[in-house]
């Protein structure tokens, strides 16, 4: 009930009137703030959103993508719209994806490993799919080098990996 007796007492006072509250009351800055509030209570009344459904969608994208290894310079894919330098900035915020299962994909080609491309370990632990590193030897007479460590490698020191 103030503020409407306070808003009635401007129809005495002229615009440029230098009694303090209601000075501040009739400051050009009020004006922005009752674009805000307008704004406001018409998005509620229409049930609209306050952000565009771009930017809504893109958020839920990048989201559904966005995992820990995405902030590791060592692990970025570039592959991943995630990690790529300006998505990975404003995916900072957003909540990293929850997933109930996991792909295993391989390093060197992006493919998925599966049953037509065996998940191999090198001896340091580094695990890639079996045809790439099968490639990787053929081009290399029988040797295979980590991309990540440069360490070489033989063919027959590959271990297969089992995923349960």
């Not at 007479?141 to 460590?149: A, L, Q, W, Y």
């Amino acid at each position: 009930m103030f503020s409407v007796q306070k808003a009635m007492g401007l129809l005495a006072f002229p615009p440029e009137t230098e009694v303090s509250s209601y000075k501040e009351m009739l400051d050009l800055s009020r004006w922005q703030l009752l674009v805000k509030e307008f704004r406001s209570e018409n998005f509620k009344l229409y049930q609209l959103n306050n952000y565009s459904v771009f930017t809504v969608t893109l958020q839920a994208g990048l989201s559904s993508l966005k995992t820990p290894q995405c902030y590791h310079e060592d692990t970025k894919n570039a592959d991943c719209p995630v990690c790529s330098q300006y998505l990975n900035d404003l995916a900072s915020k957003l909540p990293f994806a929850h997933c109930s299962q996991s792909r295993l994909v391989c390093h060197m080609s992006g493919h998925p490993l599966n049953e037509h491309d065996h998940p191999m370990m090198l001896p340091n632990g580094y695990v890639y799919g079996e045809n790439s590193l099968v490639k990787m030897a053929t081009e290399n007479s029988g040797k295979i080098m980590c991309p990540r460590t440069k360490q070489m490698f033989s063919l027959t020191d590959l271990e297969k990996v089992f995923v349960m």
